[in-house]
């Protein structure tokens, strides 16, 4: 049976969807750097050896070859077409399927990160090295990635046993438009979660939906023009919600049974002022998740605390900043995004219109037609030993923002 780092970046390498970056030159006394690292990857304990880089393939070659189940060993790499130059080249011959030695390749540092966490066996004692062969620029991407896999692991903070804690006040917020498919569904599966509902209509007044759809008693709707500034609109949102914990979705988007599990853990917020959520993009069809190039886990920060200071930026590609407190992500509980499942292409062609609009023409998204996917099972499976509930501290919240906007990017225009 092929290990899950070999089936994601089958997948991932069969598309070519970015450009190699430039070839690096990497710094002084190399020979010295390989041996160090080799005995380093030889001291008795190490469970595992993540090598953050393939460089010129050298030193992945030479760790590859000691490679045991005891210890494993992943290279990561986050320049799939460089990946698939060394591939053709010979230069990888220890790659397969289910051996000791894998490979994960990926543009984006969140599927790295959340790969080698989930499915990389790191155990007690990992040894996480950057590649010595890469250049000092390729570097600085790596060592993000490698702050983030050292963040701490744990749970949201459930009240200790015997103790009982009032249910957290947790606030559903979205920004919605007139006319928008399944609206009925979004709000059905809404119901229960929150124990207050926030919504602004993009209009001047309150549609008809706002009076005939199942919404719950006692929500607050707002009628105001989104005029093309998303982040506007989302600070309107933000404005009306009460003190606590705010979930912000979209329309297009649902609770997975994980989220749905999690939340009132999460929504306590013990020791974090936001949580990144990952998002899984339904497409092809209902049964396939979108990935590779920041398309998966596309962590988007919904879940947070309301403060003086949290404010939405940027009227297109919207993110939230200002939250004074820590951050982590919560790699088991994800948002369902249905935008390519409920859009019709002509509604498509429509918000990617507004989305140029609302760039000041900075963007021009197009409608592409494949992107990589696998099956949701896939996914499913890669979180079925990680309670709801766990979150893993994001050190810097920067740490992937390439891949998270890029991933927003692709999802607008894909």
Not at 135 to 142: C, L, M, N, T, V
């Amino acid at each position: 049976m092929a290990h899950p780092f070999w089936t994601y970046c089958a997948q991932v390498l069969a598309f070519d969807l970015g450009r190699e970056r430039p070839e690096q030159t990497p710094g002084a006394g190399l020979d010295k750097k390989r041996l160090q690292a080799l005995r380093a990857a030889s001291r008795p304990g190490v469970s595992c050896v993540a090598l953050l880089g393939l460089g010129l393939g050298e030193l992945a070659r030479d760790l590859a070859g000691r490679a045991s189940p005891e210890c494993a060993f992943t290279a990561v790499e986050l320049d799939p077409a460089k990946a698939r130059r060394l591939i053709a080249s010979g230069a990888l011959p220890w790659l397969g399927e289910d051996g000791p030695a894998r490979l994960i390749a990926d543009a984006s540092p969140w599927a790295a990160g959340f790969l080698l966490r989930l499915a990389g066996d790191l155990g007690n004692a990992p040894l996480i090295m950057l590649n010595p062969e890469l250049g000092e620029a390729e570097k600085s991407r790596y060592q993000s990635l490698r702050r983030f896999l050292a963040g701490r692991a744990g749970a949201a903070g459930a009240p200790l046993p015997g103790q009982t804690e009032p249910r957290p006040r947790l606030t559903l917020a979205a920004i919605v438009r007139p006319g928008e498919p399944e609206l009925a569904d979004f709000f059905d599966g809404v119901r229960d979660i929150a124990g207050d509902l926030v919504l602004v209509w993009d209009g001047a007044t309150l549609p008809e939906e706002a009076r005939s759809l199942a919404i719950p008693e006692g929500a607050i709707q707002l009628a105001r023009p989104l005029c093309d500034d998303f982040a506007a609109q989302r600070n309107a949102m933000l404005a009306a919600c009460p003190d606590g914990a705010v979930l912000s979705l979209d329309a297009d988007e649902r609770v997975s049974p994980g989220l749905r599990l999690a939340l009132p853990e999460l929504a306590r917020l013990a020791q974090y002022d936001g949580v990144y959520l990952p998002r899984l993009t339904l497409a092809p069809g209902e049964e396939r998740v979108l990935c590779g190039y920041g398309l998966w886990p596309d962590p988007q920060l919904r879940l947070f605390r309301k403060t003086p200071g949290a404010r939405y930026v940027r009227p297109v590609h919207e993110r939230l900043e200002g939250l004074p407190g820590a951050t982590a992500v919560a790699p088991a509980a994800p948002i369902i995004h249905l935008n390519h499942v409920l859009k019709s292409p002509e509604a498509w062609a429509d918000k990617l219109a507004r989305f140029d609009a609302a760039s000041g023409g900075r963007l021009a998204h197009r409608l592409g037609r494949e992107y990589p996917s696998l099956p949701r099972e896939f996914f499913d499976d890669l979180v079925r030993r990680t309670p709801p509930a766990a979150l893993w501290t994001v050190a810097a919240p920067a740490v992937m923002t390439e891949s998270a906007e890029s991933a927003d990017s692709v999802n607008s225009a894909s």
